[in-house]
């Protein structure tokens, strides 16, 4: 009976229940992939709360979300998604925009297949790859590819813009469509071919207070902050407009 | 077998362990939309992944049989500096998180990769492709037929092959007359486990063939997306492959229970 007293305080001890007390109180923040390093400075110069990231495709945290999972803010990477959280009645209070983003070829550091125009990329001996249909980065990809009347299929779908980016400085595959701010981010390990405008397309990131957070106070605070001047210079510095 | 009475908290607690496997079964069961099950069956996408996964786990299984058995086989029979080294090796799959197979995959078959790279020469890439899938399969089921063979190998009755030595036979006679047919069982329920191991990968492929539909996303990948996109579709597929699951199982039971004594 003694031991049993011993595993069921062990099984007390493991489901902490944390008393009152001053330490500041903790937010899960569900984050677009395209968003990981950006966030992560953005979460250490916030003081209203510990902010814990959780990154990966938007369609991927919907669905944790929609499933069940304990979320405080979640940031999209494009309307689409955030509309289908607030239809399914996820969301507290309208959606803001925080950041825009534009799209650009990665290629394989010195672009050794010499790729310039999203053209190039329909050439025979170019591997492409994109993010799948439903996560924003390949679908905003498509449209890119649409607009500038090129048909190319991508040999590998996805599930996130980083596995992307990570095939290519793998050199598994040649080329794909990303962020600039994934380009930014990769550093040397790849190069950045930029796509012109008139066949670009503006990746647009909203933000919005998750229903059921378990700090509303603190998520509505973090917001705030992402909006602020200092959060909009924080995330220029990453590339973000 | 002497049968006792559990006491209370024994029986308690493993209710709690039956019902922590039996719930989300059950789950999956009830929450499965029965009305449009026929229809997700046989939708275009459904079809492309059933028989991507067909394929790709018979033919990984097809793999692990013509190098699986041979390497059974030393490993039951002969004594070489190393085996148990060796042996372990080849059963790490087992216990590797399939992902990190994945990456030592793309690292080994890549395109940069230590053997990749030379295959890429002579213009053999595997990431992207279904014999990627084969070969990402084949790492993590694999270990499952060997080990399976080997036991049947260390567990048969020897005096069959020594006597049909006696009368003349050569080695390699014995081995396709005497030790395969004696082993038959080993081999059969080897090849079962690998093949329902094979069916449900899902880490080493993604990581190393990618996901393409009719290419490289099999049935494990199709229902991680479809979660995303059509929960009620990847509740079908779930149910597909659960069914299959029981089937490998069942038909196993008393094969599998056998060897695992062995």
Known sequence: ?241 | MRREKAPLWIGLLAALGAAFFIIPLIGLVVRTPWGIAARSLTSADTLEALKLSLIASLSSTALALVLGVPLAWVYARVDFPGRSVVRALTTLPMVLPPVVGGIALLLAFGRRGLLGSWLAMVGVSLPFTTAGVVLAETFVAMPFLVLTVEAGLRSMDRRYEDAARTLGARRWTVFTRVTLPLIAPSILAGSVLCWARALGEFGATITFAGNFPGVTQTMPLAVYLLLETNPEGSFVLSLILLVVSLLVLVGLRDRWLGLGAA
């Open chain 1, 1 to 241: 009976m003694r031991k049993l007293a011993v595993v069921l305080g062990l099984l007390a001890l493991a489901c902490g229940s944390s008393p009152a007390s001053s330490a500041p109180p903790t937010i899960d923040v569900f984050a677009a992939a395209s968003l990981t390093d950006a966030f992560k400075a953005l979460g250490s110069s916030f003081h209203g709360a510990n902010v814990r990231f959780n990154f990966a495709g938007t369609p991927t945290l919907l669905t944790q979300i929609e499933q069940g999972a304990q979320a405080d803010v979640f940031a999209s990477a494009d309307t689409t998604n955030m509309d289908r959280l607030r239809a399914d009645g996820f969301a507290v209070g309208d959606p803001k925009v925080f950041a825009h983003n534009q799209l650009e070829i990665v290629v394989a550091a010195g672009n050794p297949k010499g790729i310039t125009f999203l053209s190039d990329l329909a050439k025979p001996g170019v591997l492409y790859i994109s993010a799948g249909p439903t996560v924003p980065a390949g679908k905003y990809a498509a449209q890119a590819l649409a607009k500038a009347g090129v048909t190319v299929h991508p040999r590998s779908l996805e599930t996130d813009v980083k596995s992307v980016i990570a095939k290519i400085e793998l050199g598994e595959a040649d080329a794909g469509i990303v962020y600039t701010t994934d380009v930014r981010a990769a550093g040397t390990k790849v190069t950045g071919v930029p796509i012109p405008d008139a066949d670009n397309v503006v990746a647009t990131y909203p933000i919005v207070e998750v229903k059921g957070a378990k700090n509303s106070a603190a998520a509505a605070a973090f917001i705030t902050f992402v909006l602020s001047a200092e959060g909009k210079a924080k995330l220029a510095t990453f590339g973000f407009q």
